[in-house]
């Protein structure tokens, strides 16, 4: 597989991740409760995903931006495992702030490794420097 057929799919996998996050965001939301300030960097990560990955679809070129979209989602990621994880260490955490905080904890490599082959594929090549 070249370099131009897995950013292509790497483009679509992170439209389907961003489209599983607004489909548990909004589901936890509907069943645990959750205000629109709370809501919104969520949807705002969801939108910079699918836009920047349709952007990526149309012109590889345009990588950087999906680059910008996960480095946005794996901070809010790890900003929300964090502030779950300090009320847990306090003691002050309910089941489901406890239980959310796991699965954040589980699902942090997704962001994690999608955020690193982007900068990956965002470094310059050898190629490009006329070297």
Known sequence: MNN????????LWSIGIACLHFSLETLFTLRFGQSFVGLLPDYIAVALLIWTGLQVRKNNAAIGLLCGAWGFTLCLHYRTWAWRFEEVMTGSATPVVETTMYVLMYTMPISIISF???LILCMPTARSHGS
């Open 4 to 11: 131009k057929t897995f950013i292509g799919r790497f483009a």
């Open 116 to 118: 690193i082959i982007t």
